[in-house]
């Protein structure tokens, strides 16, 4: 009887399957050109797409190319899971062209994912597309079928599965193929027919970190388009992300992984094994140098480095008309380099107490660093006593010049500032979660928050970050580091810090964002509050959360996204440090609104308010010690 119950199930889920891949195959940019019918382009995209299939030869299951003048030039691009046979491979390829050709007749570009046997991507495009990173348009195909009991314990299995897949799947690994081969599958340990069974998969052209951007941004869609599914999948030009409660398209075959991985071994290990004597001599030899001499991680970086010359020459020899402001351990300037681009330069003071390790630390952190919501590093400057970072330029300056000038903070509406809260906690997950080393930022606020042309944020001024390895739970310094009105308490009082200590700040800014007004400065003849925080807790705790929005946006918000923001906010300023969310969780929170928030609790120590204002007084020479169990690696 289960037996017979087990093989309904997967019926019933095939049938779903074949629905899904029918649908999911049209994939056209309606929003982008057309072309004529009986146009040069036209015949050439049929030359191109029908002959895809033919070309897709080889281990590498991976195949771009173009055809036609520049005028009436197609691109096209094709790809199967690792470990597809090849005329597998070929039959899929063949079905997603004759897709693309029969739904989409004249769009000048197009993709699709095919999954069948085997999943396949197929893609053509009037522009150039090999080595171009693109996350739009964005395609997703759920199953009808809805979660309507243990969904709490499913989308923690789901979140247990996924999320460190996002990590494994962008990291990059050729595997002996041509290419980069960004690509994860993973599966619950169950033998019943309810495990939950995933992939990711990037186009190998891109980047590890455009992969990850890419497939993080899948993980986060879940709570806007599949909220409660059992089976989902999120699909993007540059890369695909589905789950279900089944295995799909040969991706969970034990057999078909070892033949696949048997025929890349039968070439790699003989090679392997010849070049691993020879790296171990090597090793033997550089551990013997370097028990000698001292390690030097800026040999490693020439190709980052600036002379002095050209960073004066770059910003009129730091002129202070060149001045954008004040950052963390001295001043930043624009400058402009002899082919045009414009640079940010962060001369450090001569009196900061930023010494060389301190120096190199933020260098080599921020040079491995990418993330579309953090600022990216071009190279360093150090020659004598300067000591320089030359950062990209960010043309809006930063948050705090918006957001606290009342002739300018007008320009910042809800959707503005939305934006920005949903772009800072990105970019500090980044940090925390997916970046190659885990950084506690400790000084995050408004003035490190840069704003681009888009008014798309970007968190900088690392200079008082510190990194954590996946094996280290302990940091220890000299000196309490941050800004005064940012720092939570437990960091304050006792030294300790973690990635909640980030959380209560990140919680500050929001409230900041919300009400226009600082935190370090705030002051009510009313008395209701000592601090923005102790201010917002208060009018929580009194029903009228929404007096504090900043008058500036009148009416011209909305009030339940609104009030969910102040909600979340609260929960990062709450006292516990362990009760504060993740920022995982908290993206999850501001992104969907189909998760049950906590009720939060008191966000200072009890009679703190009456002791904060001279709080900023106490010398810095706490121990920072970690909470051990606030460390999640």
Known sequence: MRKAKKISFLIFWFVLTSITSVVFSQQCNNTGFVFEHNSTYGANREHILTSLASNMKGPDSFYNSSFGE???????????????????????????????????????????????????????????????????????????VVITSNLTDFEKRWHDLT???????????????????????????????????ALML?????????????????????MEVCHGRPGCTIAWASCYFRWDMYPFSGAFNQKCKKISRGMIMAFVVPIGVAI??????????????????????????????????????????????????????????KGVLQDGSEIAVKRLSKESAQGVQEFQNETSLVAKLQHRNLVGVLGFCMEGEEKILVYEFVPNKSLDQFLFEPTKKGQLDWAKRYKIIVGTARGILYLHHDSPLKIIHRDLKASNILLDAEMEPKV??????????????????????????????????????????????????????ISGKRNSNFHETDESGKNLVTYAWRHWRNGSPLELVDSELETNYQSNEVFRCIHIALLCVQNDPEQRPNLSTIIMMLTSN?????????????????????IKSLPGSVNDSLIDDLVPR
């Open 70 to 144: 520049v005028a009436d030039r197609v691109y096209v691009m094709g790809m199967c899971i690792p470990g597809t046979e090849q005329t597998v491979c070929s039959d899929c390829i063949k079905v997603a062209s004759d897709q693309l050709l029969q739904n989409c007749p004249n769009q000048t570009e197009a993709f699709t994912w095919v999954p069948r046997i085997t999943l396949c991507f197929a893609r053509y495009s009037y522009r150039p597309i090999f080595k171009s990173f693109f996350m739009h348009p964005r395609y997703t195909e759920f199953n009808s």
């Open 276 to 333: 691993s004597v020879l790296s171990a001599a090597v090793a033997i030899l550089v551990c013997r140098r370097r028990k000698t001499e001292p390690p030097d991680d800026f040999s490693r970086q020439s190709s980052l480095q600036y002379d002095l010359k050209t960073i004066e020459a770059a910003t009129l020899t730091f002129s202070k008309r060149n001045m954008l402001g004040q950052g963390g351990f001295g001043e930043v300037f």
């Open 202 to 222: 990037c186009t190998p052209d891109i980047t590890s970190v455009h992969c990850h951007d890419c497939l993080r941004g899948s993980f986060d869609s879940y």
């Open 594 to 614: 189909s998760i049950t928030l906590p009720v939060p609790q008191s966000p200072v120590y009890e009679g703190m308010d009456m002791f904060l204002p001279s």
């Open 460 to 513: 900088a001024d690392f200079g008082m970050a510190r990194i954590f390895r996946v094996d280290q739970s302990r940091a220890d310094t000299k000196r309490v580091v941050g800004t005064h009105g940012y720092i939570s308490p437990e960091y304050l009082m006792h030294g300790q810090f973690s990635v909640k200590s980030d959380v209560y700040s990140f919680g500050v800014l929001v409230l900041e964002i």
């Open 163 to 197: 999320e460190p897949m996002i990590a494994e799947a962008s990291s990059p690994n050729d595997a002996g193929l041509s290419y980069s081969l960004f690509y994860a599958t993973a599966e619950e340990n169950s033998t019943t027919s309810q495990a939950i069974h």
